[in-house]
């Protein structure tokens, strides 16, 4: 099974910054994207951010301008810088990874980090 490990979450005051990082396991395998998403209490689970194994990036409008997202692709990590941070950036951050198996695209999730922000 391929397993997403995440780290990084915690407690900032508000536009401090904080790093999340993805490790997936099984590197075997080819990952077409690593993604970060969002789910405060009550929420829907949102996008937050997008890499691809060619390095090209996607941002959700809100964070765009102070979240990066980065990645090594030789340890199939992901990374997501998050400056400026805002107490409605609170949420339990989650990473996704899509992975290429043959023809056939899979979905895998982390258990989700908790990054609270402060006023």
């Known amino acids: 099974q391929v397993e997403l490990v995440e780290s990084g979450g915690g407690l900032v005051q508000a536009g401090g910054s904080l790093r999340l990082s993805c490790v997936a396991s099984?590197?075997?395998?080819?990952?077409?994207?690593m993604n970060w998403y969002r789910q405060a209490p009550g929420e829907q689970r949102d996008f937050v951010a997008r890499?691809?194994?060619?390095?090209?990036?996607v941002y959700t409008d809100s964070v765009r301008g102070r979240f990066t997202i980065s990645g090594d692709t030789a340890n199939n990590t992901a990374y997501l810088q998050m400056n400026n941070l805002k107490p409605e950036d609170t949420a339990v951050y989650y990473c996704?990874?899509?992975?290429?198996?043959?023809?056939?695209?899979?979905?895998?999730w982390g258990q989700g980090t908790q990054v609270t922000v402060s006023s």
């Open positions: 890499i691809t194994s060619g390095g090209s990036t």
């Open positions: 996704n990874a899509k992975i290429l198996v043959g023809q056939i695209m899979y979905d895998y």
């Open positions: 099984y590197s075997r395998f080819n990952i077409n994207a």
